[in-house]
């Protein structure tokens, strides 16, 4: 489960997210939506760590995370698939990263044929957008954390990529895990998600299950921007 409270971000005389309060349960694959530049992906590092708040707190299962011990096998995070060694290949980069976390090599075998890497030999340089999404997932997954975040993950993949993405998060969820997912695509969040979380300018608009969000007769999408007119 993911907390947060209150949580606030400035940045100079921006204030970027606004005193939020949400929770993320388990079990259900949660849809975090938001204009460009409503605050999303800040709330994410804030959750991950990454940026210090301002005021507020965001936690999981009950800690900051840097209270966190070997943190990879509590939160698994995706927030930008290009930022990885493009000289590496994907062992080698899962083999770093279980190194530096103090996660067992067994997993990275199988953790690269769930997200249909196990045969790729080639350097992450060569890897096409889908591919590196595809591994930064498996590096989210490699130290099986109940909590998932990320940030956009279907954002330039294929129709097969989009599925794939779709039916993991799905499962994941299923499984009882924490997923909380960014996108802009609506459609996509309409047969994904259980449940949303929609902010606009880092004000909480919306935190309600898809079902309810989406009256008959209307697209989400023209539910979400009924709810952010004007937000943007
Ligand atoms: N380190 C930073 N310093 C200053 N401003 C920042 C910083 N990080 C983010 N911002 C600003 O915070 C605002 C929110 O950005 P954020 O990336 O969180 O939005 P987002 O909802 O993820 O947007 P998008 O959908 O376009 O990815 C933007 O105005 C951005 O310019």
Known sequence: MIEVSGLTQRFGREVVVHDLSF?????????????????????????????????????V????YHEIDRPLTRVGALLDATAVHGGRRA??????????????????????RQVGLGDVRKRIRAYSLGMKQRLGMAAALLGD???????????????????????????????????????HLMSEMAITADHLIVIARGRLMAD?????????????????????????
């Open 91 to 112: 062992d080698q980069h899962l083999r770093w990263l279980a190194a530096s976390n103090g996660l067992p090599y067994d997993r990275i075998a199988p953790v690269l």
């Open 208 to 232: 309600v299950p898809t079902a309810e969000f989406v009256r008959p007769g209307a697209s989400l999408e023209d539910v979400y921007l009924e709810v952010v007119g004007g937000m943007s």
């Open 23 to 59: 929770e993320v349960r388990p079990g259900r694959v949660t849809g975090f939506l938001g204009p460009n530049g409503a605050g999303k992906t800040t709330t994410m590092r804030l959750i991950l760590g990454l940026e210090r708040p301002t005021a507020g707190r965001a936690t």
């Open 145 to 183: 954390p109940p909590v998932l975040l990320f940030d956009e993950p279907i954002n330039g993949l294929d129709p097969e990529g989009v599925r794939w993405t779709r039916d993991l998060l799905k499962s994941m969820a299923a499984d009882g895990r924490t997923v909380l997912i960014s996108s």
């Open 61 to 64: 299962d009950g800690l900051p």
